[in-house]
């Protein structure tokens, strides 16, 4: 049986191919067995410890569902920030004391690095959860298990990143895990909010094309997906620069009119005004799909990591 | 198999009197089988979402109960607006994000009108626990149920309302849902509170015979059941009509020397003052059972929604 | 088969020796069961409800986990202050609507006396998880289990209690607990925060050899088991009396040079900065296996007052 090489999972650039192709045909194998109506019992007598230090009830849900319908079982801390924490208790020590409950843990944390400190307290597993700017690995997972499921496939295809690249952990992740394929890559963002130089740099080492464009609608024409984040007016020093392109990054149905019949249009939710909500009708529009793609993808890596799957 | 015509609950006047008959008996069904200590596994492998955009501590534990008695597993939002509502989403791209999760959707809103635009976002059934001052039918419904029980019939029944008909949703609801029954309404209220006249229309066109009055001990003489509420301070424009009125709507053991010995008395909790603690040794003092009601009318709509009662 | 005289746990003193033999057994089977990977249905179709006044996140997760490792269920309210008892309901209220939902009650209440007044107000076991400067049974339990764990024994022991004996309702609990055992006490604290003489009386009246020291390095010396508890500035009058003695209260790797081998450290946690975090390396440093061992007894409290075990 294939494994994964760490039981933790706490960067999206920390699988190999072939754990990638793993994690994506047992999240394939469980949604199938969930769409048939069975009733898993792979984590049956587990318990999973979810613990937000941050609020994010998407991430939490999604992660407790994957587990619920694996036939384990869920204890919850939602705001870990008014428990213990508030007490003074260090993070290392609040991860040994939830050791003693639970057999698999999943953090949600402010701090860059907070997903590597608490693996490195405890032998039971860790899921990063997203560690504020840093990582949030399992977003990154279902990105691509949505672009398998919408595209197809993922060599080959033309992949525009779209609004605010310079701040937003979600693209940074996906470039990187998407590094893995034969892809073409759209940066598409203001020069206020272009992707990081090392971002770009190391998708290029990877022998990954990228173009650079400030133009959505140019980006719309060639791209099989388009990934669309928010750019807010407080990312910009000068406020003039920010009303001058705003509009440009809202999404609306005219400028689809260009786009491919077979267009991926993704989002990692919430969305508030960067995508009309006329655009949901389109068939390529998959941002609450993909959002359903976090259920298998979590299932498929909590199981992994505890050597069920 | 008898089922109901919509998969949604969002009002009380929604059901057929066939539906009403189809809810009550699917209700005693499984309140005798959690009573023998039968473990059911109705809505085994399935997923309810609570979605509490505000906190209702009793509706949404007995919610989570019905749902683990029935075998179900369920994912919880006790306070839905300090998360994803907080960052700009919309109501609708919430719903569309749990339906990636869950099977079933309980709602609690501030705002009328709420559920059923949960409802329009997605294919999942939502059953309204509450949406402002508009509707909360799974409270009307445990109400009648526990009349029900309590009288062993509705038909024929003096029902007296009281205390601050005016801007009581749950007394609305039920006064619309019993209108279905052959019973005798007594509305008891302060002139300024009094039942709205659509309301007291509504009834009468269906019927039924109403009695308006200010005067409770007359009400409780006649009554078959009293269903109390609660007067509050702010509701009124002239705070002498206040002062004047409270201890009136208040119930005190004393009063109920004139009543009938099978009076069932009734409130929809949380009490403050208007019952006074000695009246719960009173035989037909039912609100306690009235809210452990919450549980069986709630596994009876969760597994007539999914299609499996 | 033995039974428990009460079905509810109120405090640490109600338990005769015979029954607390039988709560270490039974804890003893569940936790072998659990690390040999048994999937228990012993609170199958049961829920339990845990009902959290103030914070305490480790009781909680630790209480839960327990019930879902029995088989059972779990409704949760985390944080009952913004509930309904912020609606004006009453304590006695709540637990009667509670009642309704749930087989079995946790409650944590910042006043002294919630625990007996809920458990007067139901007929469902009730189990005190801290009321105020009250009690804390469940901790007593699990502070005994660990020293019987670590040291294969209680008779016969040094046990040296140390650092707010006066405001700890912990090590109040404990040493009438260990009362109950041939052991020699060590109560080890600044003058201003000495052990209140009705527990040293109390204590003596059972038999028990009682030292009172400011001496932590002495105690450290002679003891088979040192239980650390933090000192607060604010419980001071004097100032300069914390800053002379603070130091000499926080526990580091140095002071255990002239500690038995054997010695085992315990801590109900959150730490602050009483434990230095070199400690942790040394092998009887027992605080993490201590909060672990919380789940074994709640398990077999919730089985023993329920009947299952």
């Known amino acids: 049986m294939t494994k994964l090489s760490s039981k933790d999972v706490l960067r999206s650039d920390q699988f190999s191919k072939a754990e990638i192709d793993l994690i994506m045909e047992t999240a394939r194998t469980y949604e199938a067995a969930v769409d048939a109506g069975e009733v898993l019992d792979v ?4 318990v999973l410890s979810t613990l937000f230090y941050e609020p994010s009830t998407r991430t939490r849900l999604s992660f407790e569902t994957a587990m619920l319908r694996l036939g384990g079982d869920v204890i919850t801390v939602a705001e870990a920030k008014s428990s213990s924490a508030a ?6 020590d609040t991860i040994k004391t939830v050791e003693g409950y639970a057999d698999v843990i999943v953090l949600r944390h402010p701090q860059i690095g907070a997903a590597k ?4 307290a405890t032998d039971q597993p860790v899921l990063n959860a997203g560690d504020g700017a840093g990582q949030h690995p399992t977003q990154s997972l279902l990105d691509l298990y949505t672009i ?7 060599d080959g295809l033309t992949i525009a990143l779209a ?3 310079r701040n937003g952990r979600t693209v940074h992740s996906l470039a990187l895990l998407l590094a893995n394929y034969d892809v073409r890559f759209l940066f598409v963002a203001p020069d206020a909010l272009r992707m990081p130089t090392e971002i770009v740099e190391q998708v290029k080492a ?10 959505l609608s140019q980006a719309i024409c060639e791209a099989d997906v388009l990934y669309m984040t928010r750019i807010q007016r407080e990312r910009f020093e000068d406020p003039a620069e920010y009303e001058r392109l705003k509009d440009a990054f809202i999404l609306r149905n005219d400028a689809l009119a260009s786009a491919k019949p077979s267009l991926t249009i993704m989002h990692p939710l919430p969305r508030v005004n960067e995508i009309d909500p006329d655009v949901d009708a389109f068939a390529g529009a998959a941002y609450f799909r993909q959002s359903a793609n976090g259920v298998p993808i979590r299932m498929a890596l909590l199981a992994l990591v505890s050597g069920r799957a």
Do not use: F, P
Request: hydrophobic share 30%.
């Open 163 to 165: 609004g605010d690249l």
């Open 206 to 215: 990877a022998g990954i094309d990228v173009q650079e464009t400030e133009n």
């Open 43 to 46: 984590m049956k007598g587990k």
């Open 117 to 120: 400190e608490a693996a490195e």
């Open 148 to 154: 398998l499921k919408e595209q197809k496939k993922v």
């Open 87 to 92: 007490k003074g208790e260090s993070l290392h």
